[in-house]
Structure formats: structure tokens, C-alpha cells
């Protein structure tokens, strides 16, 4: 048992030297840990990772009269010449080219704030209801909370196809004293307004859920800041309604809940654009499906803009 484990760590530790031509090289595996090239004006010795700027680099010139050392991306230069010898330190700057690991932006936590764009009223047929379900845009938010995540990048991970899942949560909150009721004769939306009995409203919100399943094209810049890069992503998001509820506080404490289905549509797609900057980013979403079923509601479409913070 013991010899085979040592051939077992013999086979995953061993060293292997590779010559060809004037430079040898020593790896551990296949990563390459040491290479010595011998070449007719120099000879070079690296250690470690030098296309990332890390690791150690000796260089000596034909003559012997200047040797390089390179530790990370600094340089010094031992320079002998006719008045003595000195020593010139050189830094190399950074590489605008990408070679960090692909980090999408997808999972995590975002917030954003909800309002109606390209509103139609017209199937009330009434002026009195022209933008009767207004929104309160501090109080309508949406939280949604992005749990799965998988991105395929392309070999120099500067960019990727990502998707995932997540559950969107949407409040609706009404800046008029009215909630939203299904009537069931004419099996449509329609708004309930409490003023009309002298009721006091608080506040009043419409709340909905979804499933969400995005596929976005994810970018890389050049453009970073620190260890941070900007990255830009775009797509769309498929949602699947999960359920919804109308809530009303009254300003004497009493409430009202009611859950139904509201003629939600089932399905809906949203257009998203992102900026990515580190751990954190903006984002805004416009639906291209109505918030109501054709016919059975005003065209409302749900437009959020917010932050998130992927990767929490």
C-alpha cells in the first residue's frame, strides 16, 4: 500500500523537464513553473506566471554587464558601466487586455422602482378614468431575488450567453385612493374607487410574483478601475406569473387582502439592458407584454429601473 501511494504522488507531483533547442523548461503537470532559455546575446530564467505579470524574470546580456530582474511587474536593471555600477528600477504598465476569469452578473439581489409606460385607458371608455391606477414610484418597487446562475463565455472569457432563474417580487402602489377588481359580468379589470363611500385610504397597492428565466450577452471592456472592470449585458427575461394580491390600509387601521389571478397575463418578456462595474450594478427593464390580458384590462406596460448587487 505504501509504494502505491508514493507512484500515486509521483504521478501527480513529479517534475517533468522538457529541453528543446536552448530552453528547458519545468513543469508540475502541465503548468509550466520554470523556464531557462540560453539563447547567443542572453540568458533568461523565469519563474512563475510572466504573461500575467507575476512571478520572478532574470535576464543577463551576452557581455554580463546588465542583468534584469523582474519581480511582478516591476524591473531592475543592474547596470555596470564605466563609472560603476547602479542599479535602474522600471515599472511596467498594466495590460488593458482581458485576462481575468468570466464573473457574470446575474445572481443575487435587486431593487428597483415600477412605473406604467405607453398607458391605454381606452376600454373604460370614460375620461374620469384616464390614469386612474397612477403609481406611487418610491413606494411601487420590485425586489427580486436571483438564486441560479449559469454563463457560457467564449475561450478568452471576454464575453457570454448567460441565464439563470429568479423570483420577481412587484408592488403596485396606487397614488389615488382606488384598488383593482375583477367584473366578472364583463370579465374584466376594473378600478374600485373608495372616495365614492367616504372611505379614507392610506395606501393601496396592487402585488405581483414571477418566475423569471433571463438570457442575456454579457461583454467585457477594457475600461477598469482598480481590480474592478466594466462590463455591459443585454437580453431579455421570460417571466411566468405566480400570483398576485390587491392590499388597502385604511386610516382608521382596518385592512383589506384579496388574491386572484386579475387577468394577469401568464407569460410576459421584458427587453433589460445592464451596466456592470465590480459587485454592482444598474438596470432597467421594460416589458414588452402588457401587465393586463388583451381586453380584460388598460394596457399597462411595467417599466423598472434600479440597482443590484450580484454575486452577495
Request: glycine letters at 8%; charged letters at 20%.
Amino acid at each position: 500500500m505504501k509504494q502505491l501511494i508514493t507512484l500515486v504522488l509521483c504521478g501527480v507531483l513529479a517534475l517533468n523537464t522538457v529541453a528543446q533547442d536552448d530552453t528547458t523548461k519545468v513543469k508540475v503537470m502541465k503548468k509550466n513553473i520554470v523556464t531557462v532559455v540560453d539563447g547567443d546575446d542572453k540568458v533568461q530564467v523565469v519563474v512563475g506566471d510572466k504573461e500575467n505579470g507575476k512571478g520572478v524574470e532574470v535576464v543577463t546580456d551576452e557581455w554580463g554587464d546588465t542583468t534584469h530582474i523582474r519581480i511582478g511587474r516591476k524591473t531592475f536593471k543592474v547596470i555596470e558601466g564605466n563609472g560603476g555600477t547602479y542599479v535602474k528600477v522600471e515599472k511596467e504598465p498594466k495590460s488593458n487586455k482581458w485576462r481575468g476569469s468570466f464573473n457574470a452578473h446575474w445572481s443575487g439581489l435587486e431593487v428597483g422602482m415600477n412605473s406604467f409606460q405607453n398607458t391605454d385607458y381606452s376600454i373604460y371608455q370614460s375620461e374620469d378614468n384616464i390614469d386612474i391606477f397612477e403609481l406611487i414610484p418610491g413606494k411601487s418597487l420590485s425586489w427580486n431575488l436571483n438564486f441560479m446562475e449559469f454563463a457560457f463565455k467564449n475561450e478568452r472569457k471576454t464575453f457570454g450567453l448567460v441565464t439563470g432563474m429568479g423570483i420577481s417580487f412587484n408592488d403596485y402602489a396606487f397614488n389615488l385612493p382606488v384598488t383593482v377588481v375583477k367584473e366578472q359580468g364583463f370579465r374584466m379589470i376594473v378600478p374600485h374607487n373608495y372616495s365614492v363611500e367616504n372611505l379614507s385610504v392610506k395606501k393601496s397597492k396592487l402585488h405581483v410574483n414571477y418566475l423569471t428565466v433571463p438570457l442575456l450577452l454579457e461583454v467585457k471592456t477594457p475600461l477598469r478601475m482598480g481590480d474592478s472592470r466594466l462590463s455591459l449585458s443585454a437580453g431579455a427575461i421570460g417571466s411566468l406569473f405566480i400570483g398576485a394580491h390587491t392590499k388597502t390600509k385604511f386610516n382608521d387601521g382596518n385592512k383589506i387582502k384579496a388574491e386572484s389571478n386579475y387577468y394577469i397575463n401568464q407569460l410576459k418578456y421584458e427587453l433589460t439592458g445592464r451596466i456592470h462595474f465590480g459587485d454592482f450594478s444598474v438596470f432597467a427593464n421594460y416589458s414588452m407584454t402588457p401587465l393586463f390580458k388583451t381586453g380584460h384590462g388598460p394596457e399597462l406596460h411595467p417599466l423598472t429601473v434600479g440597482i443590484s448587487f450580484p454575486n452577495i
